[in-house]
Nanobody
Framework: QVQLVESGGGSVQAGGSLRLSCIAS?????TAWFRQPPGKEREGVAVIYTGGGTTNYADSVKGRFTISRDDVKNTVYLQMNSLKPEDTAMYYC???????????????????WGPGTQVTVSS
């Protein structure tokens, strides 16, 4: 099973930017970012398919976040711009060898997870 480690979280003011990284021990076919705000359920943020040609985003982050991958480094990135206080959450990287299509945001489907990295956005 692939091992995942996230990094790049931190504290930033509203309007600022952060870039999260997810380093995998093996090649990942389908990789997603999820987040879990305090007291709320985990939600899908973005997903990228093998080859990087297909991406999908949650409506709440479209136009602000960009997911990308570097297959040489087995790393997936999440560039987060124009951050808002409501983006505050623990961010997790998830991987699978299966294509979940429109169900990608269902966290129960993903079988490999990293420990997470905290993102805090202050107003």
């Amino acid at each position: 099973q692939v091992q995942l480690v996230e990094s790049g979280g931190g504290s930033v003011q509203a309007g600022g930017s952060l870039r999260l990284s997810c380093i995998a021990s093996l090649y990942t076919y389908y990789t997603a970012w999820f987040r879990q705000p305090p007291g709320k359920e985990r939600e899908g943020v973005a997903v990228i398919y093998t080859g990087g040609g297909t991406t999908n985003y949650a409506d709440s982050v479209k136009g602000r976040f960009t997911i990308s991958r570097d297959d040489v480094k087995n790393t997936v990135y999440l560039q987060m711009n124009s951050l808002k206080p409501e983006d505050t959450a623990m961010y997790y990287c998830a991987a699978s060898r299966w294509n979940f299509g429109d169900r990608w945001a269902d966290s129960d489907r993903w079988d490999s997870w990293g420990p997470g990295t905290q993102v805090t956005v202050s107003s």
